[in-house]
């Protein structure tokens, strides 16, 4: 009785569904014939007034562009508050030297900061926690920092790496160029001090250690420390530092967003808006 009721509710659904097909077609295909060619219209409008195509290109572009640097400036604007808030919160000796003493025994941690004048920070629980060739080894990579303004150098790396947030190139560029310059510092302490395995184990005993840092510091440190185990694999191994692999999907949204804005910069630059024709 079942399968027959189905089978009666088959032909009588085909049955309205038909009927309502063969009044309603006509009206059907007329309405999408008209959605077509007003759609047609619009396009050849655009392409026959090359000033609407202008700004259908520029304005989104520019919008993206104006949306990064907003989001840029705003995330930098509050890393900076959060780091001059974390600063002024450590026990700190002699912070008016170039070499600020952090006199706190259960912090392991060790950063320059500072735009025009960097300062070194290191903290007590670092120096007693070090050898003295592990200590030197640290404080000559922090003072290669100090020396080439690293500081003011990340920030701006950050900055641009945040106002392109919408191209996945950027991150690994930003990555790139930041354990780069951890490489060169690194050499550099290792070069004078002729001890890689003082830096190394150093490196080491931070990150061992650095489950009781402050949360706040990361924002001083700019996040250098989740780097350590590459950076100790590259002092002991000499390796040059590459840039990351990146996925087809990656690449191929950095190539169109990048597309994007060049036209959008271009397009003011070329032939004056006309206006539309007459």
Not at 45 to 50: D, G, L
Not at 67 to 86: D, E, H, N, P, Q
Not at 194 to 203: F, H, K, M, V
Not at 250 to 265: E, P, Q
């Amino acid at each position: 009785m079942s399968a027959v009721f189905l089978i009666a509710a088959a032909f009588a659904s085909a049955a309205i569904f038909s009927a309502w097909l063969f009044l309603a077609g006509p009206g059907l295909i007329a309405l999408t014939y008209s959605v077509f060619e007003f759609c047609k219209s619009v396009f050849v409008s655009c392409v026959e007034n090359y000033y609407i195509l202008k700004l259908v290109l520029i304005w989104p572009g520019a919008a993206l562009l104006s949306a990064g640097f907003v989001y840029a400036g705003v995330k930098s604007l509050k890393g900076l508050l959060s780091a001059r808030r974390a600063i002024r919160l450590l026990p700190l000796k002699y912070a008016d030297k170039d070499v600020v003493l952090i006199d706190a025994p259960n912090l392991f941690t060790a950063f320059t900061h500072g735009f025009l004048k960097p300062r070194i920070y290191i903290s007590k629980g670092l120096m007693s926690g070090l050898d003295s060739a592990e200590l030197k080894a640290v404080f000559l990579h922090e003072l290669y920092h100090k020396k080439r303004l690293h500081p003011v150098k990340f920030f701006l790396l950050n900055f641009v790496r945040d106002a392109f947030f919408y191209i996945p190139v950027m991150s690994g560029i930003a990555r790139f160029v930041l354990l780069k310059k951890e490489n060169e510092a690194d050499l550099n302490a290792i070069a004078a001090t002729g001890a890689p395995l003082s830096l190394a184990s150093a490196l080491v005993k931070a990150a061992k250690a650095g489950a009781i840092l402050s949360p706040a510091l990361a924002s001083i440190t700019g996040g250098r420390s989740s780097a350590i185990e590459e950076r100790v694999k590259n002092i002991l191994n000499q390796d040059a530092i590459s840039l990351p692999g990146l996925s087809a999907r990656a690449l191929v949204v950095s190539i169109c967003a990048s597309l994007l804005i060049v036209i959008a910069l271009a397009m003011p630059l070329s032939a004056a808006i006309t206006g539309p024709k007459a």
